[in-house]
């Protein structure tokens, strides 16, 4: 479904990612995870072309993501994106936020979005929120409107890129549990985060990217959490850090 | 110095010499306020393209206007533009509203070099994610630009546009340098024919002042509201 061939990216002289392969199955579930500054958030940023590569190759369905002449607003239109910080559109209510690009984008009328939309807003269980704008809900509650927002494009995979990073710690539960519910479906899906717990509990398997945009490590989940004496040094070092004693 | 007397402002004089002044220059501000928040939209948007010869005519045409005097923007209109323009306006318009149609055409072109920086900043202002977000949900940079960024950047930028508009409305003043019939100059017509000259200043002031005081009030009570909204 994602394949991504000797990805190198710079911003000016510093290189952000350095030689990045990797391979993801349909309804494979795959944790990337590293100190900050690896590069975690550009390289999964680039599989929508939200940031662009200047060396390699990143295959989306067969679409070719580092070509010129691809359609990107289309491509993305198929891949849904959460992001650390939301981003709901403020100035637009919850139903408003799920049906605009349904409506703009895939050209569905404003009844079938609506249907959609609400139907993925129960889903995250927020139907009662439907008529409030962003900025009168919690971090997690918005957290999920954004999740419901990427669903209602009826997405062929799913990118989430640090989705509880900026969450009160009571907020997290909620918002992972809708992401293991989607990933109980066999929803394709990649995501950038730090929860050992989830990825010890859903994923297929577990990327470990270090400073300088290398991939470190890219194996199941059982080798990563099971086997640790086999593990780099350096991923060793952080798994450390991270999981609890 | 004789005494001040204002006892020739009765309600006939006043709907005589001033209303179709007051009228004339609150319907300026009002067209040239739109018209230049379109013109500058439009520049903003041009100098934020990233196509080069689009940056720097945006960029030539800010600089430009905001290094030259408004009044000579006026005058340089008025004596430049050929007379068949105003021909093309229907029937005798155009010639009987010479300096009007002058007078709104250089202020929607001098007003839209500002407009244009305050929509750039408030489009700046936005933070990166709402863009991205917009495109990872397969929005084309217009359809973004339209749904997304420029509503907000249009909200948040409101109270800086009224500010603008209240130095807009000052500066409805500058047309009688062409002879066009404001408020001011309806002051100035009702002081010479009453010979009451210091009384007409006094007032045509009051008159700035207590529009353009009641506007910043609004400006304030906007700004607290936006505060909220955020």
């Known amino acids: 479904m994602i394949e991504m061939k000797n990805v190198s990216k710079w911003y000016g002289a510093t290189q952000v990612l350095n030689d990045c392969s990797l391979n993801i199955e349909k309804g494979e579930v795959v944790v990337v995870c590293g100190p900050s500054g690896s590069g975690k958030s550009t390289?999964?940023?680039?599989?929508?072309?939200?940031?662009?590569?200047?060396?390699?190759?990143?295959?989306v369905d067969g679409v070719a993501v580092h070509d010129k002449a691809t359609n990107l607003p289309k491509l993305r239109s198929r891949v849904g994106m959460v992001f650390q910080h939301f981003e709901l559109f403020p100035h637009l209510t919850v139903t408003d936020n799920l049906t605009i690009a349904q409506m703009k984008v895939l050209g569905r009328g404003q009844d079938e979005a609506k249907q959609r939309g609400?139907?993925?807003?129960?889903?995250?269980?927020l139907t009662a929120h439907k008529d409030k704008f962003p900025g009168q809900l919690s971090g997690g509650q918005q957290q999920r409107v954004a999740i419901a927002r990427a669903l209602s494009m009826d997405p062929i995979v799913m990118l989430f890129d640090e989705p509880t990073s900026?969450?009160?710690p009571e907020m997290v539960g909620e918002v992972l549990d809708v992401m293991?519910?989607?990933?109980?479906e066999g929803m394709t899906m990649m995501v950038v985060t730090h929860e050992m717990g989830f990825a010890r509990k859903v994923s297929n398997r577990v990327i470990f990217m270090d400073v300088g945009g290398h991939i470190l490590e890219d194996t199941s989940k059982d080798e990563f959490f099971g086997n640790i004496e086999a593990r780099q040094p350096r991923t060793r070092e952080f798994l450390n850090k991270i999981l609890p004693h | 110095m004789p005494a001040l007397d204002f006892s020739f402002y009765t309600w006939a004089n006043i709907s005589t010499y001033l209303l179709s002044g007051l009228y004339f220059s609150v319907s300026l501000t009002i067209a040239a306020t739109i018209g230049g928040i379109a013109l500058g939209t439009v520049i903003a948007l041009m100098r934020l393209s990233?196509?080069?010869p689009l940056e720097y005519a945006a960029l030539w045409y800010v600089n430009l206007l905001r290094s030259i005097p408004l009044v000579m923007v006026i005058l340089w209109f008025f004596l430049l533009m050929p007379s068949a323009f105003y021909n093309l306006f229907p029937g005798d318009i155009g010639q009987k509203y010479r300096a009007e149609i002058c007078a709104l055409i250089t202020f929607i072109i001098?007003?839209?070099?500002?407009?244009?920086e305050i929509v750039r900043a408030?489009?700046?202002?936005l933070p990166r994610g709402q863009t991205f977000a917009g495109q990872a949900l397969g929005m084309t940079y217009a359809q973004n630009m339209r749904y997304i960024v420029l509503p907000q950047a249009m909200r948040n930028m409101l109270p800086v546009f009224l500010t603008q508009t209240i130095v807009l409305f000052q500066d409805t003043s500058l047309v009688y340098a062409i002879g066009a019939y404001d408020i001011l100059k309806g002051f100035e017509i009702m002081g010479n024919t009453f010979g009451r000259r210091v009384e007409t200043y006094i007032m045509a002031a009051v008159v700035y002042f207590i529009i353009s005081?009641?506007?910043?009030m609004l400006v304030k009570r906007l700004n607290e509201k936006i505060r909220i909204l955020r």
Not at chain 1, 118 to 125: C, I, N, S, T
Not at chain 1, 180 to 184: D, E, F, P, R, S
């Open chain 1, 166 to 168: 900026a969450l009160d």
């Open chain 2, 50 to 52: 990233g196509i080069k």
């Open chain 2, 122 to 125: 408030g489009i700046q202002s």
């Open chain 1, 43 to 59: 390289l999964i940023k680039t599989i929508n072309a939200l940031e662009p590569v200047q060396k390699g190759e990143i295959y």
């Open chain 1, 180 to 184: 293991v519910g989607l990933a109980a």
């Open chain 2, 110 to 116: 001098f007003e839209a070099a500002f407009f244009s």
């Open chain 1, 118 to 125: 609400l139907k993925m807003l129960e889903r995250v269980g």
């Open chain 2, 213 to 216: 005081f009641a506007l910043s």
